[in-house]
């Protein structure tokens, strides 16, 4: 644990609240497939000097004086983002995933423009054009889909793909995917962009980790632009970072009129994030996030990427096993999508049953899903979390075990109380920041 004695004496309110949740994280079994744990030495740089320090601009084009360390700081996490992905372009600012995903928009289209991307309700995320969304407010947001049923059920169908974006000559196309289990085909997504005159682009946020370690296959060569969130399974502090493979010298053409020049794709997103769409960056962030490129570039990480997909395919097989129906029939990646129609349980009963015995999850939205998103009739079970903690395949077996028992007798708070106690076994044995 983390001594917070300065908290503790002025701040005893909120001291609490960080003691509660260092407990509940401590104890409990985290499954949300979007969250991690961060190293002590990501944190010591979260808690660094380094919050104090403005620097609008780029190492040594900044708007302010003094920020000749923290160009330091961004330049390693630049150098080792480059390393770590093999690509020639990278802006580590945004502060989130969303803030990058912004940075695109406004590089590559204007508002009202048309954009293709994954249905949210098929495993898509927020910003790839939901109408609650900036992205589907200022931009007119069509979707492709996955498969109902056949051979392809629960996977993205290509042909379709092509079929859509022939329809609606899309100006950017959209890959990644928030609660998408395989692995997507960049070649031909970039074949069909080109045959529409598309942009193509990858969000990479939920499989950054396993791209990293090479376990995946590789979107920088085929896409545009690449964003990701540097907290999922990169493992890093919550942040954003856009990359550019080999087509980082390309012009973009629409806006060189405007500007007098032919500006490159990567001047137009360093202009986007800033001053496009943000102020100042959070430079103790990105301090942490070079931090965590130098432990994603260790061959250990490689390691605990290689164990984060064991771990779900074995979680994958042992709640078939037991009867449950997975989304696309298992996964290639890091996540589950189980589809709890068969089981009598919605996905807002099973998230609230299984958090009351410590198992942290999120209701998820099944593809051609009859309940609402407030429902749903699914569970998104992710590996990553836990991975780190240390556990392997046999013990995510045991997890399934305790959440078929919590899910099969979700009002017998006997059974309820019983696997909390295992949980809180399970987890005293691979403790976080012992
Ligand atoms: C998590 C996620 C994001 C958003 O990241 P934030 O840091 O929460 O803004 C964007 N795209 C995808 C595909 C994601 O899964």
Same mark, same amino acid.
């Given at each position: 644990?983390?001594?917070?004695?300065?908290?503790?004496?002025?701040?005893?309110?909120?001291?609490?609240?960080?003691?509660?949740?260092?407990?509940?994280?401590?104890?409990?079994?985290?499954?949300?497939?979007?969250?991690?744990?961060?190293?002590?030495?990501?944190?010591?740089?979260?808690?660094?000097?380094?919050?104090?320090?403005?620097?609008?601009?780029?190492?040594?084009?900044?708007?302010?004086?003094?920020?000749?360390?923290?160009?330091?700081?961004?330049?390693?996490?630049?150098?080792?983002?480059?390393?770590?992905?093999?690509?020639?372009?990278?802006?580590?600012?945004?502060?989130?995933?969303?803030?990058?995903?912004?940075?695109?928009?406004?590089?590559?289209?204007?508002?009202?423009?048309?954009?293709?991307?994954?249905?949210?309700?098929?495993?898509?995320?927020?910003?790839?054009?939901?109408?609650?969304?900036?992205?589907?407010?200022?931009?007119?947001?069509?979707?492709?889909?996955?498969?109902?049923?056949?051979?392809?059920?629960?996977?993205?169908?290509?042909?379709?793909?092509?079929?859509?974006?022939?329809?609606?000559?899309?100006?950017?196309?959209?890959?990644?995917?928030?609660?998408?289990?395989?692995?997507?085909?960049?070649?031909?997504?970039?074949?069909?962009?080109?045959?529409?005159?598309?942009?193509?682009?990858?969000?990479?946020?939920?499989?950054?980790?396993?791209?990293?370690? =090479?376990?995946?296959?590789? *979107? !920088?060569? %085929? @896409?545009?632009?690449?964003?990701?969130?540097?907290? +999922?399974?990169?493992?890093? $502090?919550?942040?954003?970072?856009?990359?550019?493979?080999?087509?980082?010298?390309?012009?973009?053409?629409?806006?060189?009129?405007?500007?007098?020049?032919?500006?490159?794709?990567?001047?137009?997103?360093?202009?986007?994030?800033?001053? =496009?769409?943000?102020?100042? *960056? !959070?430079? %103790? @962030?990105?301090?942490?996030?070079?931090?965590?490129? +130098?432990?994603?570039?260790? $061959?250990?990480?490689?390691?605990?990427?290689?164990?984060?997909?064991?771990?779900?395919?074995?979680?994958?097989?042992?709640?078939?096993?037991?009867?449950?129906?997975?989304?696309?029939?298992?996964?290639?990646?890091?996540?589950?999508?189980?589809?709890?129609?068969?089981?009598?349980?919605?996905?807002?009963?099973?998230?609230?049953?299984?958090?009351?015995?410590?198992?942290?999850?999120?209701?998820?939205?099944?593809?051609?899903?009859?309940?609402?998103?407030?429902?749903?009739?699914?569970?998104?079970?992710?590996?990553?979390?836990?991975?780190?903690?240390?556990?392997?395949?046999?013990?995510?077996?045991?997890?399934?075990?305790?959440?078929?028992?919590?899910?099969?007798?979700?009002?017998?708070?006997?059974?309820?109380?019983?696997?909390?106690?295992?949980?809180?076994?399970?987890?005293?044995?691979?403790?976080?920041?012992?």
């Amino acid at each position: 644990m983390f001594e917070q004695n300065e908290i503790k004496a002025q701040d005893p309110a909120l001291y609490e609240c960080l003691q509660a949740e260092a407990r509940r994280q401590e104890e409990g079994v985290e499954l949300i497939a979007s969250e991690n744990f961060v190293s002590k030495a990501v944190m010591e740089a979260l808690g660094s000097t380094l919050t104090n320090k403005y620097a609008e601009g780029l190492p040594g084009k900044r708007y302010y004086g003094g920020c000749q360390v923290v160009d330091v700081a961004e330049d390693l996490a630049r150098e080792r983002a480059r390393q770590l992905y093999g690509c020639d372009w990278v802006n580590v600012q945004p502060h989130s995933g969303a803030q990058a995903n912004a940075a695109v928009y406004l590089t590559f289209l204007k508002p009202g423009d048309t954009l293709l991307g994954l249905d949210l309700a098929n495993g898509g995320h927020l910003t790839h054009g939901s109408p609650v969304n900036f992205s589907g407010i200022l931009y007119h947001a069509e979707f492709y889909g996955v498969e109902q049923a056949g051979a392809n059920a629960g996977r993205i169908d290509m042909d379709r793909v092509r079929e859509r974006a022939l329809a609606l000559r899309p100006k950017l196309i959209s890959i990644g995917a928030s609660a998408y289990t395989r692995d997507f085909d960049y070649a031909a997504f970039r074949s069909i962009a080109d045959e529409v005159g598309a942009h193509l682009w990858m969000d990479m946020a939920h499989t950054a980790g396993l791209i990293a370690a =090479g376990l995946l296959n590789d *979107p !920088l060569p %085929h @896409c545009h632009v690449v964003t990701t969130t540097t907290h +999922k399974t990169l493992r890093g $502090p919550r942040g954003g970072m856009i990359l550019i493979g080999k087509d980082y010298d390309n012009p973009l053409g629409q806006v060189a009129a405007k500007s007098g020049r032919t500006k490159l794709m990567s001047e137009l997103l360093d202009a986007a994030v800033f001053p =496009g769409i943000q102020g100042g *960056p !959070l430079m %103790h @962030c990105v301090a942490a996030k070079a931090v965590a490129f +130098k432990e994603a570039l260790e $061959p250990s990480f490689k390691d605990y990427a290689r164990q984060v997909i064991a771990n779900a395919k074995a979680m994958a097989q042992a709640f078939l096993a037991r009867g449950y129906e997975l989304v696309s029939g298992g996964t290639d990646n890091h996540l589950m999508l189980i589809d709890l129609r068969n089981k009598d349980i919605s996905g807002k009963k099973a998230e609230r049953v299984l958090g009351e015995a410590d198992i942290t999850v999120n209701k998820n939205m099944v593809p051609f899903d009859d309940k609402s998103p407030m429902i749903t009739s699914g569970i998104r079970i992710g590996t990553p979390a836990m991975t780190t903690r240390g556990l392997k395949e046999a013990d995510f077996v045991e997890l399934v075990r305790m959440i078929d028992d919590v899910i099969m007798h979700p009002d017998d708070a006997d059974v309820i109380a019983r696997v909390k106690g295992e949980i809180h076994e399970i987890a005293a044995r691979f403790p976080l920041y012992a």
